[in-house]
């Protein structure tokens, strides 16, 4: 017979996590009701009656574009941006973590500076530079930065290869395999529950990325999920909510299962380094 203390726990542990998935839950079946209902009704969890016109119209979209071209955007932004971060940052912590070079701690102490600064400090700066480059209204200001290294993943990586043994790399170089062969053969293979970490959460932030698409892109064709969601509000006329949410319910559905397929590589990644001897 299981014990009170057991039974306290989980019925604690469920109601929390009832209290946090309330949000996601009211979202869904906001969806389903008509959109003058959804805030005088807002009391009221279930719909009466239940529609599924919002999901029909927000897929319609904006501007004749439907909104799986904007899915379609932004899946080619989220795999351009997560490629580029997750590849060129674990160059950059091999080159950290197993190379000696004249100022590496004063380099390291530098990108670690950049990880604290806000993106409002560099916005303008970038902007300016990407609009003499002439590549505004295109992915190129949002893509190309990402092949140069994202500090969190160049401080998650360093950590995970400091932990892997130099002996390995000293008898990789005995075998006549010389640095790229051993951070291709070697490092990467070992890092790979942090680099699954590092794409996971690559694909996050770009998905739900807003400022960086509002600032670089102009054209509605070109536009990514989040400005798509937020072109249903309007200041002039009567806000569509019923295809905000219905839509914002498509677009979690990545989300979700990209979490439930790699949660255990984000575990493992953050939880684990390296080798265990």
């Known amino acids: 017979?299981?014990?009170?203390?057991?039974?306290v726990y989980h019925l604690l542990v469920g109601g929390?996590?009832?209290?946090?998935?309330?949000?996601?839950?009211w979202l869904l079946m906001s969806s389903?009701?008509?959109s003058e209902m959804i805030f005088v009704t807002a009391k009221s969890l279930i719909p009466d009656p239940w529609i599924l016109d919002n999901f029909s119209k927000g897929w319609e979209g904006i501007g004749g574009n439907s909104f799986g071209v904007?899915?379609?955007?932004?899946?080619v932004l989220v795999i351009f941006t997560m490629i580029g971060q997750v590849i060129s940052s674990a160059f950059i912590a091999f080159g950290f973590a197993r190379m000696n070079f004249f100022g590496k701690g004063f380099w390291f102490a530098i990108m670690m500076v950049t990880l604290m600064l806000?993106?409002?400090v560099v916005m303008i700066p970038q902007y300016i530079i990407f609009s003499k480059l002439g590549w505004l209204d295109s992915i190129?200001?949002?893509?190309?930065?990402a092949y140069f290294g994202h500090p969190f993943f160049i401080f998650l990586l360093v950590q995970f290869i400091r932990t892997i043994p130099r002996e390995l790399d000293e008898a990789a170089?005995?075998?006549?395999?010389?640095?790229?062969?051993i951070f291709y053969k070697i490092i990467l293979p070992l890092i790979r529950p942090a680099l699954a970490t590092a794409a996971i959460f690559s694909f996050y932030w770009t998905w739900d990325n807003l400022l960086g698409p509002v600032l670089y892109l102009n054209s509605p064709d070109k536009y990514t999920v989040s400005m798509a969601l937020n072109m249903f509000l309007s200041n002039e006329t009567v806000s569509n909510w019923g295809a905000m949410f219905a839509m914002s319910i498509v677009t979690l559905i990545p989300v979700f299962v990209?979490?439930?397929?790699?949660?255990?590589h984000v575990v493992e990644g953050i939880s684990t380094s390296g080798l265990k001897g």
Do not use: H
Not at 16 to 25: G, N
Not at 258 to 264: D, E, H, M, N, S
């Open 1 to 7: 017979m299981k014990s009170a203390k057991w039974w």
């Open 118 to 120: 806000p993106y409002e």
């Open 32 to 34: 389903f009701k008509p």
């Open 140 to 145: 190129k200001p949002i893509v190309i930065p």
């Open 16 to 25: 929390f996590a009832l209290l946090m998935l309330y949000p996601v839950i």
């Open 258 to 264: 990209v979490f439930f397929l790699f949660q255990r």
């Open 173 to 181: 170089t005995i075998d006549g395999c010389n640095t790229f062969k």
């Open 70 to 75: 904007f899915i379609k955007n932004t899946v």
